[in-house]
C-alpha cells in the first residue's frame, strides 16, 4: 500500500459541515470478513485515488436486512430498512456505491417504498464510470496477457441486468477475458444467495459452489473475478478444494484495478 | 334428413365450446381464489412484453432445436386452424370449400402453405416423441414427470399428428374425386399422398374425405376440451401469463405491507405503547404473513400455475437441482396447480364453500427441504419462457415457515439473532464495525 487510507465519516463529515457527493456502503461482509475487508480497502484505494469526495457511515452502518428478507424473515428485514432510512435521510444521503451486490439489490430496489429513495450503483458500475470519464486512467499491470473469467453475481446479473460494467473493467485492463459457458443471464449461483451463506446445504451430491468452481476452473484462468464477497468466498473455497490456489486467483473486480495500478 | 349432417355439426360445436366455456369458468374461478396483487401498471410495456415473449416466442430460442421446433408447431397451430373458419362454415352450411371459388388460386396457395406446415407439424411432433421417448432427455424424466405428467406429453403430441394427418388424406382423397366433384385442388403434399387412393371408387373416396373432414372438427374440438385438464393450456394462458408477469427487476422482493405497519408502530417515538389497537380498516380477516396454501398466494402466481407446461426449463437450470437437491421449481409450479385444482374441486362439492380438508400446500405438497434448498439466484424466473415466477412462491411459503411456524434451519436462528442484536449476520458487535479503517 502506498500511503494510508482516508475513510472519512458521515458524521465527521457532517461535523465539517461537508456534504459528500457519494456514501460508500461497505455492507456487513466488508466491514468484518477478512478476505472481504481487502476488497473494501481496494475500493476505497480507487475512491482516494479519483479524490473522490466519500464517506462511510461507520460504526452507524447495519446489515441492510437482505438474508433476513431471502430467508422469510420479513419482521427483521423491516426492522432493519426501516432504521437503516432513518440513519441515511438524516443524512440526506442522495446517492449510494456498494461493494457487495446484495446490498446493491436492496438499497436499490427495496427500500424506495419504505422511504428511502436514493441513487444506488454497485462499484464495479463506479468504476466503469469513471474510467469512461478519464477520472481513472487503468493499465494491466501485472494482469496484461493473463487470461480471467468473470463470474456474474446473481444480485449484479440477473436480479438487476448488470453483465457489461464489471466485463468493460476488466478488459481495460488489457487481458484475455475469457466467458465460461454459463454466464451472463444464464450464469451459474455460486451457491451462497438466499441465505444459503449462513446455513448448510441441503442434501444432494453436490456443493453448489463445486459445480460453478469446476466450471470455472475448465478454462484454466489466471483469475476467476468476481463481483461480490460471497461468491468469492464460495469460489476461493471451490478452488482450494480443487487444489488450484497456486494456478488461479479468485479477486474482486476492484482489487484488479487496484492491483494492476499499485493502488 | 340432407340437415342431419348439419345439425350433429352444429350439436357438436354447442357441446364441444360449452364444455370448453364451462372448463374455463373453473379455472378461472380457481385462479381468482387468490390474493389481490397490482399489475394493471405500465399497459404499453406490458403489452410489449407480451408482443415479445409470448407471440414472439423470444425465450423459446434460447435452445435453438427446441425453440426452432416450437415455433413450427406454434405457427402450424395457429395458422393451420385458420382453416377451421372454413370446415366451421361448410359444417353449418352444408357447403364444401366454401373460400375456394371464392379465392381461386389464393386458396390453392393457403391451402398448400398449410400443408408444408402440416408436414412441418407432424416432423417437429415426432422429433418431440423421439427427445422424451428415445433419447430421455433428462428434464424430461425427474421425479415429478413420472406418471399423468409424462403420458399427457406424449399424448398432445399425438393428438397433434393425428390432426395433422386427418388434414392431408382428406386433401388426398379429393384429390382423387372426379373433376366435376373436386372443389379445389390437388394440392402440392397432399396431392404426393394421393396415388395411395387411386383406383378407388368415388363413393369410397367421399366416404373417406368425409371422415377425415369428421375426425378433424370432432379432434379439435376433444383438443380444446382436453387441454383445461392438461399442461397444454399455457397454449391459452401463456398470453395473459406474460402480460401480467413482474416488470420490477428480478432482485425486488415484495414488501409486506402488514410488517410494514407494525414496524413503523415500534420505530415512532411518538406511539402509544397503552394505544387500543387502531379499527381494523376494511380488512377483517386476518391475512397470514406469507402463504400456507393457495389462497394466500396472489391470483398472479395461481394463473403461473396453470399457465406452466412442464418443459422444466426452470429446473434444469436450478442450482440446487444441478447440484442434487430435492428442490425442483417445475415441481412448485406443478405441486401449486394440484392442489388448486384439489381446493377447487372441494368448493365444487361444498356448493361454493370452502371446507378444510386438513391439508395445504406447504408441507402436504411441498417440503420445507425443497424450500431451503433455494439461493434465490432467479435462474429459474430466467429459463422460464413464459415468465413464471416460481422465487416468488418459494419466498412467499418460507415467509410462513420463518413468520407464522418460527421454523427455519437450525444455522439461520443465531444469524436472525445477530442481525437484530448486532446489526450484522456475525455475531460481531457493531462497535468494531469500522476497524478495518484502521487495520494495516
Known amino acids: 500500500m502506498s500511503e494510508a487510507l482516508k475513510v472519512p465519516t458521515m458524521a465527521e463529515m457532517m461535523a465539517a459541515g461537508e456534504t459528500p457527493d457519494i456514501l460508500f456502503w461497505v455492507g456487513c461482509s466488508g466491514s468484518f470478513d477478512d478476505r472481504a475487508k481487502k476488497i473494501t480497502k481496494a475500493i476505497v484505494k480507487i475512491l482516494n485515488k479519483v479524490d473522490m469526495k466519500f464517506a462511510v457511515l461507520g460504526t452507524e452502518e447495519s446489515c441492510t436486512g437482505d438474508p433476513a428478507k431471502r430467508a422469510g424473515n420479513e419482521f427483521t428485514f423491516m426492522m432493519q430498512a426501516m432504521s437503516n432510512i432513518q440513519v441515511l435521510n438524516a443524512y440526506e444521503v442522495k446517492k449510494i456505491v456498494t461493494g457487495c451486490p446484495h446490498c446493491f439489490n436492496t438499497l436499490k430496489n427495496e427500500y424506495p417504498e419504505l422511504g428511502g429513495k436514493y441513487e444506488v450503483i454497485h462499484h464495479t458500475q463506479l468504476v466503469q464510470q469513471l474510467i469512461n470519464e478519464g477520472k481513472l486512467k487503468v493499465e494491466g499491470g501485472e494482469f496484461k496477457g493473463k487470461k480471467i473469467t468473470f463470474h456474474d453475481p446473481c444480485y449484479l446479473g440477473r436480479a438487476n441486468g448488470e453483465y457489461e460494467a464489471p466485463r468493460s473493467v476488466i478488459e481495460k485492463l488489457d487481458v484475455e477475458l475469457a466467458e465460461m459457458k454459463r454466464s451472463r443471464a444464464n450464469g451459474l449461483c455460486c451457491g451462497a444467495g438466499g441465505a444459503q451463506m449462513f446455513k448448510e446445504a441441503e442434501p444432494g451430491n453436490k456443493e453448489v459452489n463445486m459445480e460453478r468452481a469446476e466450471e470455472a476452473l475448465a478454462l484454466k484462468p489466471d483469475v476467476i473475478a468476481t463481483g461480490c464477497p460471497f461468491c468469492n468466498t464460495m469460489m476461493t473455497d471451490g478452488v482450494k478444494y480443487n487444489d488450484k490456489q497456486d494456478e488461479t486467483q479468485v479477486l474482486d473486480v476492484a482489487e484488479l484495478i487496484a492491483q494492476a495500478n499499485d493502488l | 334428413m340432407e340437415y342431419i349432417p348439419q345439425i350433429l355439426f352444429l350439436i357438436m360445436l354447442a357441446v364441444g365450446f360449452g364444455l370448453f366455456a364451462k372448463s374455463a369458468m373453473r379455472i378461472r374461478r380457481n385462479v381468482l381464489l387468490g390474493r389481490d396483487i397490482d399489475r394493471k401498471d405500465r399497459a404499453s410495456d406490458r403489452m410489449n412484453l407480451m408482443l415479445r415473449v409470448a407471440l414472439g416466442q423470444s ?99 399425438i393428438i397433434e399428428i393425428v390432426l395433422m394427418c386427418a388434414l392431408l388424406i382428406m386433401n388426398a382423397a379429393e384429390a382423387n374425386f372426379p373433376d366435376e366433384h373436386r372443389a379445389a385442388g390437388p394440392f402440392l403434399i397432399s396431392g404426393l399422398i394421393a396415388p395411395v387412393f387411386s383406383g378407388m371408387s368415388y363413393e369410397t373416396l367421399h366416404l373417406i374425405e368425409r371422415v377425415c ?166 435462474a429459474c424466473t430466467e429459463a422460464c419462457p413464459v415468465n413464471i415466477d416460481p422465487l416468488s412462491i418459494i419466498i412467499d411459503l418460507r415467509r410462513y415457515l420463518v413468520m407464522e411456524e418460527s421454523s427455519m434451519p437450525a444455522e439461520l436462528a443465531p444469524v436472525m439473532s445477530n442481525l437484530e442484536n448486532n446489526g450484522a449476520p456475525w455475531q460481531f458487535s457493531p462497535a468494531d464495525r469500522f476497524n478495518w479503517a484502521q487495520e494495516g
Open chain 2, 213 to 378: 373432414w369428421w375426425a378433424h372438427i370432432a379432434g379439435i374440438l376433444f383438443f380444446l376440451n382436453y387441454l383445461p385438464y392438461s399442461k397444454h393450456f399455457h397454449i391459452i394462458l401463456a398470453f395473459p401469463n406474460v402480460y401480467f408477469s413482474k416488470l420490477t427487476p428480478k432482485g425486488q422482493f415484495t414488501n409486506l405491507e402488514s410488517v410494514k405497519k407494525e414496524v413503523e408502530l415500534m420505530l415512532d417515538p411518538n406511539a402509544d405503547p397503552f394505544a387500543a389497537p387502531a379499527e381494523p380498516a376494511g380488512e377483517a380477516e386476518h391475512q397470514r404473513f406469507g402463504a400456507k396454501d393457495v389462497q394466500d398466494l396472489s391470483w398472479v402466481q395461481l394463473m403461473n400455475a396453470y399457465s406452466c407446461t412442464e418443459c422444466g426449463r426452470c429446473t434444469s437450470n436450478c442450482p440446487a437441482n444441478i447440484t442434487g437437491k430435492k428442490l425442483s421449481p417445475r415441481k412448485i409450479m406443478m405441486d401449486t396447480r394440484d392442489r388448486l385444482e384439489e381446493v377447487g374441486a372441494i368448493i365444487d362439492v361444498n356448493k361454493g364453500t370452502f371446507v378444510d380438508d386438513g391439508k395445504s400446500l406447504l408441507h402436504d405438497y411441498i417440503t420445507p427441504e425443497e424450500l431451503w434448498a433455494c439461493t434465490s439466484c432467479n
Open chain 2, 59 to 157: 425465450k423459446m430460442v434460447v435452445r435453438p432445436i427446441a425453440g426452432t421446433l416450437h415455433i413450427i408447431v406454434y405457427a402450424g397451430f395457429l395458422l393451420i386452424n385458420i382453416e377451421v373458419a372454413e370446415i366451421i362454415i361448410d359444417g353449418l352450411f352444408g357447403t364444401h370449400r366454401i373460400f375456394a371459388p371464392v379465392l381461386g388460386g389464393l386458396y390453392t396457395a393457403a391451402i398448400n402453405f398449410f400443408e408444408i406446415l402440416g408436414v412441418l407439424v407432424i416432423v417437429a411432433c415426432a422429433i418431440f416423441l423421439w427427445r422424451r421417448n428415445v433419447m430421455k432427455i433428462g428434464r424430461f424424466h425427474s421425479t415429478e414427470m413420472k406418471g399423468w405428467p409424462f403420458k399427457d406429453a406424449n399424448y398432445i403430441l
